[in-house]
Structure formats: C-alpha cells, structure tokens
C-alpha cells in the first residue's frame, strides 16, 4: 500500500516560550513545570549514529502514536510516564503550539532515568548475531551452536547496554548492569523487560509482525518505576514481516534498516556530514512506519 506524503517532515522545533530541557536525535524534550515535561518527537532520522539531512514525514507521531498504544496495552504490568497526549487538556502555555505538536507529543511526568537500555532479543540478529558468530554468546549468555542468523532463540534474553561517549550502544553482562544500578534494581528491570516482551510479541505476532528485539528505558518517580520515552516503536524495536519469515537471512523489516540499507549502497562512509535521502527512500521509509502502526492498532494514523 503506497500512501502519499501528506506534509513536510519536522525536523526542528522553536517554542520560544518554553525551555528547552535536551534534544536528542529525535526527540525534544521541554521543562513544563517541577514535575512535568513535554516531549515532542520530531521526523529526524538517525543511521549509524548521525541524525541524517533528510526527515521522514510522519514518522514522530507513528512514534508518539504506537507508543500510548503500546503504554495501555502494558498499564497491567508496568505504570508509564504520560499524564496526557490529549493537547486540550495541557497547560495554556503548551496549548498556543497545538498545530505544531498536536499527535506527535506527550506530556509526561519527569522520571529519574536509569542509565541503561533494558534490551530484549527473541531472534538473533544485528550485534547480537556477530557476537554469536566470534563466541557462541550474546553478551555473556551462551546459546545452542549451529544457530543461524535470524533464527529464534530458544527463550528471549535480557541484554542491557549502555549508551558511550559516541552515542553507541553498548552491550554489557548483567552483572555489570548490577554494578551500574544495583542488584535488585536489575532484577526487577531484567523480570519486567522479559515480562513485556513476551505479552507486547505474542501480540504482535497475532498481527502478522515479530518483534525480533526491542529496548526499554525505566525511570523512577514518587510512585515507582515507570516504562518511559519511547516502547516498542519501529525505531526501538525490529519488526519483520512474520509471512515473509526465512532464519538463515537478514530479514525484511518495518524499522529503518531500510535506511541503513540505502546509506551502505551508497558508500556513505559514516562520518559527517550525513547524507540526505531519495525522495524514493524517503516515501518508502514513512509507508514503512504507518504500515507498522496499522499493522500493530488495526488502526489508520490520523495525520
């Protein structure tokens, strides 16, 4: 199903009335109050750590979209950061940017971020298959020999990384989590991230995707710990196709390996600056997004 391109990517946000909090690779986030922020997720793209020239439209309110989906599909294992998505019910101030950030924004509580991504693979692929291929492991935890590259593991496992200096991600042992944050903190996250992603994939297989591997981020407020930023979203997440399903290859995915895929054909060497799209990839990648989202809802996106 080809889709038109309905609008102009955002790849930038100016609220001059509001302070900026942090800026991520796709997301800005602004201070509403002592307790709240507000975050908006723009259309920027990034590929091998660099945030690209080229935008794809849509693509931050799929993101804020499937997000509040998958946040109350999981309220009964784990509470989440969101107040509200609805931008009637924000404070005055945030209502004067309503065309601006109108489906692509949520306005949440402010969490005490713990300082790992809570990774979990039920497939083996991306850095999880070339550690396999060096050491018949992934991040310390010994797997079957003779597996094959997207094959499925025999239980999903928990691989927590961290973010370095550079940006990347990288996979530590759990009992290097435990030193990081604690041991019972990273027991309890390590029991809460397989927890979610056994009931988030089950589900999503029932709607024709797999969810290879994903990453939670947690945080912790006066209540408790929360599931925060972003949940099972094609650029957290890798979504295959489960029809077109073959262990043994790369798989065709909803997520932006696409992208990835287009920069390497073109010899992008990966330092700055980064290189824009074709329009072609461009169109592409955003069907690929909302093909996910209806895939996953049942729903068409409202834009």
Request: hydrophobic share 40%; aromatic share 10%; with cysteine.
């Amino acid at each position: 199903m080809n889709a038109p391109i309905l609008q102009d990517a955002m790849l930038q946000t100016d609220f001059p009335d509001l302070e900026l909090y942090a800026s991520g690779k796709v997301r800005d986030l602004y201070r509403v109050d002592n307790e709240h922020l507000l975050f908006v997720a723009t259309d920027r793209i990034s590929a091998f750590d660099y945030v690209l020239a080229s935008g794809i439209p849509v693509k931050g309110k799929v993101l804020t979209q499937l997000s509040l989906f998958w946040f109350d599909f999981l309220k009964d294992i784990v509470s989440n950061h969101v107040v509200t998505a609805n931008v009637e019910r924000y404070p005055a101030g945030l209502r004067n940017y309503a065309d601006q950030i109108a489906g692509r924004s949520m306005l949440v509580v402010q969490a005490e971020m713990v300082p790992v991504e809570c990774v979990v693979r039920g497939y083996l692929s991306g850095s999880g298959w070339k550690e396999y291929k060096a050491k018949g492991s992934v991040c310390e935890i010994p797997l079957p020999a003779g597996l094959r590259e997207s094959d499925r593991l025999p239980e999903a496992i928990f691989t927590p990384a961290t973010k370095a200096i550079s940006g990347h991600d990288e996979n530590i042992p759990f009992s290097e989590m435990k030193k990081l944050v604690g041991p019972r903190l990273s027991e309890e996250l390590r029991e809460l991230s397989l927890r979610i992603y056994r009931k988030a994939a089950d589900y999503a297989l029932s709607r024709g995707i797999i969810i290879a591997d994903t990453k939670f981020e947690f945080g912790k407020t006066a209540g408790g710990i929360v599931l925060a930023d972003e949940v099972l979203t094609p650029d957290s997440s890798r979504f295959w196709p489960a029809a077109e399903y073959a262990p043994g290859r790369a798989q065709d995915s909803f997520d932006k390996q696409y992208v990835r895929d287009y920069l390497e054909r073109i010899g992008w060497d990966k330092t700055p600056p980064a290189p824009a799209l074709s329009h072609e990839v461009v169109a592409k990648t955003s069907e690929k997004y909302l093909e996910a989202y209806r895939r996953l809802t049942g729903k068409e996106l409202e834009i």
